[in-house]
């Protein structure tokens, strides 16, 4: 246990460093307030003594009135200090706090490789670390240090003044104390482990939750009426967590009840005790409400450091969890890597497969096996083959969205492993299949993160057969899409956001351009006038084309055809239509529906 607590020390005080660092101000003055709002009881455990003291001596008024001014002054100023720093400037600074430690948490998860991001293990790791903050771990893990050292200061002080009247009752009390704390750790230990249990749950009930209120199911829940279906699963889910809190509870609440028992025999015999003092002579009447008072104190501050150290070890689950996902990096941004080398003509790469084969899951099926082929610069590829054959995959290899099990991909001869990453991915543009624009402006989707050029979108939106659209729009290109980030957003149809996302594709003016089902959603005559366009605009471009409609590999240079997890064949049409009997297998399943 011991062991298990130091662990859980360093990772609190981990966290407070990173905390101190973003915000040092915030930190500190967060600790001066804790430790003036646990040492302020004292004033109102003497003072207090001091003036029944003065009435019951007869002493002079304007003694008792000082003595009662000082204290009202000590508690306005208490008060004041409270409202203005406690209430405003540390609630806004903390909940500010906790935005931009949200913030980082998202930025990491946009930084991971695709294979760790799609791990149940890394998103339940992003939950916990979310959980870490709305938990508001912030404040706990600031006021922890400064309020236990406080609250010791505070035991010292009480069990001085205490010791005043009675060693025995101290010693009483101090027994008694640890004996509630070795129940209360024990029953708060248990609880740290079932807190985290219950946490693995949530990340359950928060799915269900998001497909209930986001939109990835909105029409599907209408038109098959599932939100009663899938309320069935929150309930089952938090009738689970209600399960394991009433098991846990069982177990502890005869220990709880013994708990009770001891700590209130303990204050009212010290009451008592006191009240039979004063009775004797042996204490004034002040002394007995101030004693009073410290026992009350004492048992307050000793349960407050045993909740820290409850709140260390949770803490530190919490803590763990949110260090886990922070620490996570890319496999594959590796630092200082250099660029591809520019080469005369800046459109002209050439990659190749050697002997690639490449598997999503470890120890799953290998998706594609043992490619070997050229991509010579300036070609239009159309990659065909059945469903889940492996196309998609291919495109995610070429963007090294994923590096193969064995084999090497290269790009004009070296290794694609061999360059920094982003200066590789640059030279691609892509509409991937499961393409989406997001709610930021027309402009924002378009250009993204690069400087906007008006005349050349006027001319892409043109030649995608866009821009009249946009001429209707009374903002143009600042018109927002959707209405998550503006109530006047335009929703656009299917066809309308696969435009915006060709032209997202041709703005970046990359040497190769990947298009993954780019058609999908637009009609046949469309498709056609923007199939043209994208070739026209192809030129000198090498590009990959996926699409299930058969007109693809006559329009392309080359047919890449993927069959048997493998690229079985390379060439044009006809080469491949006249050799490789599965192609023509395939081809001819299909042509005799356009017959
Ligand atoms: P295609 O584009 O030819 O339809 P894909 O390349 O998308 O096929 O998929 C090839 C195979 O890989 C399929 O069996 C699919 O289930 C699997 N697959 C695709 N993406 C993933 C992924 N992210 N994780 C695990 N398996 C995947």
Same mark, same amino acid.
Do not use: P
């Given at each position: 246990l011991f062991k298990r607590f130091w662990d859980a020390c360093r990772l609190n005080f981990n966290y407070l460093g990173e905390l101190f660092h973003e915000n040092p101000a915030f930190v500190i003055i967060s600790w001066v307030t804790t430790t003036i709002q646990t040492l302020f009881p004292l004033v109102n455990i003497i003072l207090p003594k001091l003036v029944i003291d003065a009435v019951i001596? *007869? *002493?002079?008024?304007?003694?008792?009135?000082?003595?009662?001014?000082?204290?009202?002054?000590?508690?306005?100023?208490?008060?004041?200090?409270?409202?203005?720093? =406690? $209430?405003?400037?540390?609630?806004? +600074? *903390? $909940?500010? =706090?906790?935005?931009?430690?949200?913030? @980082?948490i998202s930025r990491k998860a946009a930084e991971l490789d695709l294979a760790q991001a799609e791990r149940k293990e890394t998103r339940d790791k992003m939950e916990m670390a979310r959980n870490v903050i709305y938990r508001g771990i912030h404040n706990d893990i600031i006021q922890l240090v400064s309020g236990t050292i406080s609250a010791l200061a505070m035991i010292a002080t009480t069990i001085g003044l205490l010791a005043s009247a009675s060693l025995w009752i101290v010693g009483a009390i101090v027994a008694t104390s640890v004996l509630c704390t070795v129940i209360n750790f024990r029953i708060e230990r248990d609880n740290v482990d079932l807190e985290c249990e219950n946490e693995t749950i949530m990340t359950q009930l928060n799915y269900y939750e998001a497909v209930l209120q986001g939109k990835?199911? #909105? @029409?599907?829940?209408?038109?098959?009426?599932?939100? *009663?279906? #899938?309320?069935? +699963?929150? @309930?089952?889910?938090?009738? +689970? &967590?209600? @399960?394991? &809190?009433?098991?846990?509870?069982?177990?502890?609440s005869g220990w709880r009840a013994a708990e009770s028992l001891v700590s209130n025999t303990m204050n009212y015999g010290a009451y008592l005790t006191y009240a039979l003092m004063a009775l004797t002579g042996t204490i004034t009447l002040g002394d007995f409400t101030m004693y009073f008072q410290a026992v009350s104190s004492f048992r307050s501050n000793f349960n407050h450091v045993l909740s820290a150290f409850a709140k260390v070890l949770l803490n530190a689950e919490y803590i763990r969890a949110y260090r886990d996902f922070m620490d996570l990096s890319s496999e594959m941004i590796t630092a200082s890597l250099p660029a591809p080398a520019a080469t005369a003509d800046t459109d002209a790469h050439t990659i190749s497969f050697d002997d690639v084969s490449f598997r999503y899951v470890q120890d799953g099926p290998l998706v594609l096996e043992h490619v070997s082929l050229t991509i010579a610069p300036h070609q239009v590829y159309a990659i065909v083959g059945e469903n889940g054959s492996g196309k998609t995959t291919f495109l995610n290899l070429l963007c090294r969205f994923y590096d193969p099990v064995s084999g090497t991909i290269r790009i004009d001869g070296q290794p694609i492993q061999s360059f920094d990453i982003q200066a590789y991915r640059n030279y691609f543009g892509a509409i991937f299949q499961k393409f989406d624009n997001i709610s930021f402006t027309l402009a924002d989707n378009i250009a993204l993160d690069h400087p906007f050029d008006a005349s050349t979108v006027d001319t892409l939106m043109q030649n995608v057969g866009m821009l009249d659209y946009v001429n209707t729009l009374p903002d143009r290109y600042q018109t927002y899409l959707n209405k998550d980030l503006d109530d006047d957003g335009v929703m656009l149809s299917g066809g309308q956001n696969q435009r915006i996302a060709i032209a997202r594709a041709f703005y970046r003016n990359a040497p190769f351009l990947l298009l993954d089902e780019p058609t999908s959603a637009l009609d046949p005559m469309a498709e056609d006038a923007l199939i043209r366009f994208i070739l026209s605009q192809a030129a000198?471009?090498?590009?990959?084309?996926? =699409? %299930? +409609?058969?007109? $693809?590999?006559? #329009?392309?240079?080359?047919?890449?055809?993927?069959?048997? %997890?493998?690229?079985?064949?390379?060439?044009t049409h006809k080469e491949i239509y006249a050799r490789n009997e599965s192609y023509r297998a395939f081809y001819d399943a299909q042509a005799k529906y356009f017959k």
């Open positions: 001596a *007869g *002493g002079k008024a304007d003694h008792v009135v000082l003595l009662v001014l000082i204290l009202f002054a000590a508690n306005a100023a208490y008060g004041l200090f409270n409202a203005f720093i =406690s $209430s405003q400037y540390l609630a806004v +600074r *903390g $909940s500010l =706090s906790c935005m931009r430690f949200l913030t @980082k990835k199911f #909105i @029409k599907e829940i209408r038109l098959y009426n599932l939100g *009663g279906w #899938i309320e069935m +699963r929150c @309930k089952e889910t938090i009738d +689970r &967590i209600r @399960k394991n &809190i009433t098991a846990k509870n069982r177990k502890w000198g471009k090498t590009v990959f084309y996926v =699409s %299930h +409609r058969l007109a $693809s590999v006559h #329009i392309a240079d080359k047919v890449l055809y993927i069959h048997n %997890h493998t690229v079985e064949d390379l060439g």
